[in-house]
């Protein structure tokens, strides 16, 4: 640690600096405020030793500069005039003080505390980036920060992984972030598309061809092989065809496989991590995935909280993406605006993060000028929503119906009254409302908003 030590007295400068021998300070030092303010800029120092009384100044009078600087140091106040001001050194933002006189145990001993605060205030700062964003993952909200708790403490063990979570969630970049934070991470991480693997071929494409008639060498190395010493993904594993996962299911439980064309068994060090965007109990029940492949996979277990379920991460990951795809597109896109953030909050995201950000690729793309406004967003979620009802008919005016106009009631205002009961029925849970209804919560979203500018 760079440590700056102020003090007017050049002897008591040579003595603390002898007193702090031997704990890894890289000691520098300064005999008035003025010289300290400049060391702070050119220093940018991690412990500062402060005296109160300088010639030119109240040594207090630097806490406020150095609060000012990333990270903020750890600073001791020094002083003779009792608990007074060693109170208002600590309201000002000091770490700890040390009264006059003081000998070297006591000064070494409160210098070492302060170190320590320091580094775990610097691990909290760390721990606390990590929690806005883990590898690719990108999020605050309390969901979020449950997976990358989940994801860190599951790296570090070895045991078979499970990711769910609906379409969209993230579940490969939450499988490369298991990989990344483990000690596989230099080895490699394998991704494979269970659902473009057919039954003819998984032997072939998982556990490779050996070469026939005396030959040497692969014919076709398989997946497994090629993720020796690191992680095999099974993206939507529930996908595999149930002669398929009898195969995976032991070289899960026994490490060990047959190549084809291979005259003798090989093993395979390699992490299993699968995920699926479906109920595997119910796959199970169902009978599309073996049970006891199901106990084999679900050993670790990750859940991804869909987006409904974390609204308040929407402005940031889309303020991220656009700025990606400002770089991408050459385009200047201003950051959103309020009600730009309000109006993507008020959509439940049925496709997740990838809906999310495709939406955005397309505002991107078919915008004019630089500002994203509620308009072009409904525009777009109109285009992306799965719900959405395009209708094409001929418009043929009431009066011209044989039937008369009071028996039958306009098919707007049925389902105007049907979307309110449902809400009040809810308690105002549009979510409830819309599973009530059987349509996507972004239509009844729509609607009420469609209602409010009309």
């Known amino acids: 640690m760079k440590a700056l030590i102020v003090e007017d007295s050049a002897t008591l400068c040579a003595i603390y600096e002898a007193y702090l021998g031997g704990l890894g300070l890289d000691i520098h030092i300064a005999t008035t405020l003025d010289d300290a303010v400049s060391s702070l800029e050119g220093l940018t120092p991690d412990f500062i030793l402060l005296d109160i009384e300088l010639p030119d100044g109240?040594?207090?009078?630097?806490?406020?500069?150095?609060?000012?600087?990333?990270?903020?140091?750890?600073?001791?106040?020094?002083?003779?005039?009792?608990?007074?001001?060693?109170?208002?050194?600590?309201?000002?933002?000091?770490?700890?003080?040390?009264?006059?006189?003081?000998?070297?145990?006591r000064l070494r001993v409160t210098v070492q505390n302060a170190m320590r605060r320091k580094e775990l205030n610097d691990q909290i700062d760390v721990l606390s980036q990590v929690r806005d964003q883990l590898g690719g993952l990108i999020g605050s909200s309390p969901p979020m920060r449950a997976v990358y708790d989940a994801v860190e403490r599951i790296a570090a063990a070895d045991?078979?992984?499970l990711i769910l979570g609906e379409s969209g969630t993230g579940k490969e970049l939450t499988a490369r972030a298991v990989h990344d934070l483990s000690a596989r991470a230099p080895d490699p991480f394998i991704v494979v598309d269970c659902a473009a693997i057919s039954v003819a071929n998984f032997e072939?494409?998982?556990?490779?061809?050996?070469?026939?008639?005396?030959g040497?060498?692969?014919?076709?190395?398989?997946?497994?092989?090629?993720?020796?010493?690191?992680?095999?993904?099974?993206d939507e594993v529930a996908e595999l065809d149930y002669a398929a996962q009898s195969l995976l299911l032991r070289f899960i439980e026994s490490g060990v496989f047959r190549s084809l064309g291979a005259g003798a068994e090989a093993s395979a060090d390699v992490r299993i991590i699968a995920s699926s965007n479906r109920d595997l109990l119910e796959e199970v029940r169902a009978g599309r995935l073996r049970e006891d492949l199901y106990y084999r996979l679900q050993v670790l277990p990750i859940r991804l909280p869909p987006l409904r379920e974390r609204l308040s991460d929407v402005p940031e990951l889309a303020s991220i993406m656009l700025d990606r795809l400002a770089v991408e597109t050459g385009r200047s896109l201003e950051p959103l605006s309020g009600d730009a953030k309000a109006r993507l909050l008020s959509y439940a995201w049925p496709g997740n993060v990838r809906q999310l950000e495709n939406m955005l690729r397309w505002i991107a793309t078919m915008m004019i000028g630089s500002e994203i406004g509620t308009h072009i967003i409904d525009e777009a979620i109109a285009q992306f929503d799965s719900q959405s009802e395009v209708i094409s008919a001929e418009v043929i005016a009431p009066e011209s119906l044989d039937t008369p106009a009071g028996e039958i009631r306009p098919l707007w205002l049925v389902e105007k009254e049907a979307i309110q009961n449902a809400i009040e029925v809810s308690d105002g849970n549009i979510n409830r409302a819309a599973i009530l209804l059987e349509v996507a919560p972004s239509t009844i979203y729509r609607k009420v908003q469609a209602w409010k500018d009309g």
């Not at 001791?76 to 050194?89: C, D, L, P, S």
């Not at 072939?204 to 005396?214: K, M, S, T, V």
């Not at 497994?224 to 010493?229: K, L, Y």
């Open 58 to 105: 109240n040594g207090l009078d630097l806490l406020a500069p150095a609060a000012a600087l990333k990270p903020m140091p750890v600073t001791v106040v020094m002083t003779g005039h009792g608990t007074e001001w060693a109170q208002r050194a600590l309201d000002s933002g000091a770490t700890d003080f040390l009264a006059k006189p003081f000998d070297s145990i």
């Open 216 to 234: 040497t060498g692969w014919v076709h190395r398989g997946l497994v092989s090629r993720a020796e010493g690191g992680s095999l993904f099974l």
């Open 204 to 214: 072939r494409e998982f556990f490779g061809e050996d070469a026939r008639e005396g």
């Open 159 to 161: 045991g078979t992984v």
